[in-house]
């Protein structure tokens, strides 16, 4: 069973970090250029809105 | 296994906020190690760039022609319907007069604090914090070619918009919506912008934030956006903003791309509280931008310098406490509080006018020839003319 989390285009991200910061329950953990989700999602979407280039989405 | 190392001081992120609070801690006598987890200071770029040059003395940096791109007479003020207004960079705030390489800035401000003493490991993120008795004791630390811990007397984040460090030491760093800015950024060359004047356009064009155009040299531009998460709706629109507005800027259409940059700002009241025994958080990490123009370098540098201070001090005494550390809180908060708060205030405010409210703003200034941007001194211009645009503003006059 999958988690449920956005899911993340890694061709279109740009490792900025600006879902990172944006995350209420700090689910989402970059480091350098690997983005994931931790199992603390409660799919806010605000990471979604909040990404410059759209690279997250559901 | 072999013994832990141990530092009086451990900073978490080597930008501008960490090198000065590092150059000064280490300055002071401190023993100081900075940590970052990128393979190399100053990049990726995230950042406009631009700077006044007024803070720099105070920080003791000085202009130097590595970092320094180009330099700018002062901003412009664009409303929708093109009213303008300039304002001359020594009267234009923290964020007109310069504009930045920010990668050799970063590495140029690393370089001092290594002048002073401090030990730089790159590619070293921080994955957790020790702890003793709900103190903060130290990092651990994933490098290339292990994994380790190192004790602290204080642990600094400057982390940055990411802020992870902060979080896990139980600190409140969480940001509203409302307080959260998406940005985007093109380095355009090609192009035909006013290599004098940092460009900022108001309104529908960037709701909730602005449009913003930073000469880097006579040919290219930073021309980048900051829009309020708050009204964005759906996926991509930042980039949408702002590659429709670009469309529509002739100058531009042969424009041609050199970098992207992205990325988060907050423009929010600043942390109320920003130290616990062994921890200080400074810079961006603390939301020490100023909400208004987004700008983070100055604060961020001035609060770095205060917390390398401090933190001298603290190994001197061998006492990282909170109680020690409260000449931090205190001396960052003496020098930006006021500012950072009026000026979210402000921003709560400017959040909700409309393109004709704008329009009225810019015309009315561009009337007075205002030439010192304060909020102050913008809102009593504008209640000469427009009162009742002023009505809701009252409370900051």
Redesign the interface.
């Known amino acids: 069973m999958g988690k449920r989390h956005p899911v993340l285009d890694v061709d279109k991200c ?9 995350c ?1 329950p ?1 689910a989402i953990y ?3 250029v690997i983005l994931d989700f931790n199992d603390k999602c409660t799919m806010c979407k ?1 990471c ?7 690279a ?2 559901e | 296994m072999s013994a832990r190392e141990r530092f009086d001081v451990v900073v978490v992120g080597a930008g501008p906020s960490g090198s000065m609070t590092a150059k000064f801690a280490a300055r002071g006598g401190a023993r100081v190690l900075m940590l970052e987890k990128r393979q190399e200071i100053g990049t990726p770029v995230r950042c406009g760039e631009g700077i006044s040059k007024a803070w720099l003395p105070e920080c003791g940096i000085t202009l130097d022609k590595r970092w320094l791109a180009h330099e700018v007479k002062g901003a412009r003020v664009i409303s929708p319907s093109g009213y303008e207004f300039k304002v001359s960079e020594e009267h234009a705030g923290n964020e007109v007069g310069a504009v930045i390489e920010r990668d050799e800035f970063d590495k140029a401000l690393a370089t001092d604090a290594a002048k002073a003493g401090a030990e730089i490991r790159l590619k070293s993120p921080v994955v957790g914090l020790l702890r003793d008795n709900g103190k903060i004791t130290g990092v651990k630390v994933k490098a290339l070619d292990r994994s380790y811990e190192v004790e602290a007397g204080c642990v600094v984040a400057a982390d940055g918009f990411e802020s992870q460090v902060g979080r896990w030491a139980g600190l409140d760093t969480i940001v509203a919506a409302r307080d959260i800015t998406s940005c985007l950024q093109y380095r355009l060359t090609n192009i035909d912008a006013d290599p004098d004047y940092c460009e900022f356009y108001l309104g529908s064009c960037a709701p909730g934030g602005y449009l913003w155009i930073f000469p880097k040299s006579d040919d290219t531009a930073n021309v980048g956006i900051g829009v309020q998460l708050y009204k964005l709706k759906q996926k991509g629109a930042t980039k949408q903003y702002l590659d429709s507005w670009i469309a529509r800027q002739p100058r531009f259409n042969k424009g041609r791309p050199l970098e992207y940059v992205c990325g988060g700002v907050s423009v929010s009241a600043p942390l109320e509280k920003t130290i616990m025994d062994g921890l200080l958080i400074v810079g961006d990490a603390a939301r020490m931008i100023d909400a208004i123009t987004g700008g983070g370098i100055s604060n961020g540098c001035r609060a770095g310098k205060v917390a390398g201070q401090v933190l001298a001090e603290c190994a001197q005494s061998k006492d990282f406490s909170e109680a020690a550390l409260q000449k931090y809180e205190r001396g960052w908060r003496d020098i930006l509080e006021e500012g950072l708060y009026r000026d979210w205030l402000a921003k709560e405010k400017l959040t909700t006018l409309s393109d004709e409210d704008f329009d009225k703003i810019v015309s009315a200034l561009a009337e007075v020839n205002i030439d010192k941007l304060s909020v102050h001194a913008i809102l009593q211009a504008i209640q000469r003319k427009y009162p009742e645009l002023v009505k809701t503003f009252e409370d900051l006059l």
Do not use: S
Not at chain 1, 14 to 21: D, E, F, L, N, T
Not at chain 1, 48 to 53: A, E, F, S, T
């Open positions: 740009m490792h900025c970090g600006a879902c990172v910061g944006t209420p700090n970059l480091n350098e605000l979604i809105r909040v990404c410059p280039v759209g997250l989405g």
